[in-house]
């Protein structure tokens, strides 16, 4: 069954069709002319490598890079109330994205922020519990999706993230790329329908068997939010955008394709014709063997690589369609030793024909200790 328009019941004609009553993309050509031209050869090495270059020495940066290990962001936290003031709060919600520039002069800046802004935005209850992680009302029935919010409406709440892009442009060293971030619709889909985190994303796989077209809408709705978000991150300054599949791995063969690799390439795809020449990274997490057909089908410039992915494996099999991003597992930032330094040389050195932005595997762990961020620079760059 088709999704249907929620205004005047027309069929929409596949799950991610925009809603036809969205504002005209020749909208958004005017903002597109206002953005400044991308530089012909740009100098930021993220970018350069973006397009294929392959640098001798890769650009870094750290999923979670502003987090929990970083005794500056625990300050700052402290100082916001909580996590989800401090995401909309744009002054410090850019002095935390800014900390591990300072104290590490890493390649690109992320966007502080969280996945889960969007379902907040189109109308969901979120809140967060100490020590257990993200609450959201949830969507099981046509009444729960019904009550979401119009994808316009969406700026109404995430107009502080992009203040804090803005922010962000004006601080950020120029040598610094500015990342801005979404979640990919079947992640966040998996917590709109649990209202949090789950082992398997069971009631995500339960309500797509038995109420498929529902789980379309809801993705449809996800993914025209999504790019709606992304757009409006882009306009704000940022530079490269990266679009979190982190539950991809628990989709198989078919569902795979059409739930993780359809949205990430409709919504690069747009993002690219709306913004020419932007930079899309995209993060199908234990995808596996099914990385080398997402990063070809999808048109991202960089797939990011869990540390699942054996490297010498990836460079032969993903790395020939593109640059890729990662792959230290993150338990070595909190363990150190000689095997960080190992690990992170091994890793280099597999990807170092190709285009490669050096990271981790997933995010950097509250335990981490931060010396060791300094131990896996130095690795890199000696
Ligand atoms: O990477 C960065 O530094 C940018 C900021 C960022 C955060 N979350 C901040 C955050 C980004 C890119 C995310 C993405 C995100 N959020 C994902 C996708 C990537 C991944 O980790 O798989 C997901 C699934 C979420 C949802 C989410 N947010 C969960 C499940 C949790 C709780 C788990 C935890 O680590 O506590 C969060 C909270 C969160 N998001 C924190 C941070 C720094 C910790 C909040 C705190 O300060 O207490």
Same mark, same amino acid.
């Given at each position: 069954m088709r999704a249907r328009c929620r205004r005047c019941d027309s069929a929409l004609l596949d799950i991610a069709q925009p809603d036809p009553h969205r504002r005209a993309d020749t909208d958004r050509r005017i903002a597109v002319t206002q953005l400044p031209a991308p530089a012909e050869a740009p100098t930021k090495t993220i970018l350069r490598a973006l397009q294929g270059e392959a640098p001798a020495v890769p650009p870094v940066w750290m999923m979670r890079q502003a987090g929990r290990y970083l005794p500056e962001y625990r300050a700052t936290r402290e100082k916001a109330g909580d996590f989800l003031s401090l995401c909309y709060n744009p002054d410090l919600a850019a002095e935390v994205t800014l900390q591990p520039i300072r104290r590490y002069g890493f390649d690109a800046a992320i966007l502080f922020a969280d996945i889960l802004l969007l379902p907040q935005a189109l109308g969901a209850d979120l809140w967060f519990v100490t020590g257990e992680g993200p609450r959201l009302s949830t969507i099981t029935s046509e009444e729960d999706f019904a009550r979401l919010k119009p994808v316009h409406a969406i700026d109404e709440t995430l107009s502080p993230v992009y203040e804090t892009l803005r922010i962000l442009r004006r601080e950020l060293p120029a040598e610094t790329t500015l990342i801005g971030f979404a979640g990919a619709p079947w992640t966040v889909a998996t917590y709109m329908i649990a209202g949090r985190g789950t082992p398997d994303q069971g009631p995500a796989h339960a309500l797509k068997t038995e109420n498929r077209a529902l789980f379309e809408q809801l993705l449809g709705k996800i993914t025209e939010g999504t790019i709606e978000y992304l757009s409006r991150q882009i306009e704000a300054g940022a530079e490269v955008v990266k679009?979190?599949?982190? /539950? @991809?791995?628990?989709?198989?063969?078919?569902?795979?394709?059409?739930?993780?690799?359809?949205?990430? $390439?409709?919504?690069? %795809?747009?993002?690219?014709?709306?913004?020419?020449?932007?930079?899309?990274?995209?993060?199908?997490?234990?995808?596996?063997?099914?990385?080398?057909?997402?990063?070809?089908?999808?048109?991202?410039?960089?797939?990011?690589?869990?540390?699942?992915?054996?490297?010498? /494996? @990836?460079?032969?099999?993903?790395?020939?369609?593109?640059?890729?991003?990662?792959?230290?597992?993150? $338990?070595?930032?909190? %363990?150190?030793?000689?095997?960080?330094?190992?690990e992170t040389k091994r890793i280099v050195q597999a990807f170092s024909k190709g285009p490669h932005i050096f990271n981790l595997g997933h995010g950097i762990t509250p335990e981490a200790d931060p010396d060791n961020v300094h131990r896996m620079l130095e690795a890199i760059r000696s």
């Open positions: 679009i979190f599949d982190s /539950w @991809a791995g628990s989709l198989q063969g078919d569902d795979f394709d059409r739930y993780a690799t359809e949205p990430a $390439r409709l919504i690069t %795809e747009t993002l690219k014709r709306r913004y020419p020449g932007i930079p899309v990274i995209a993060f199908p997490r234990q995808a596996g063997e099914a990385y080398t057909r997402f990063h070809q089908a999808t048109g991202a410039d960089c797939v990011a690589l869990d540390d699942s992915v054996d490297a010498q /494996w @990836a460079a032969e099999n993903v790395q020939i369609h593109g640059c890729v991003q990662g792959n230290l597992a993150p $338990r070595h930032m909190v %363990e150190g030793g000689p095997a960080l330094v190992s």
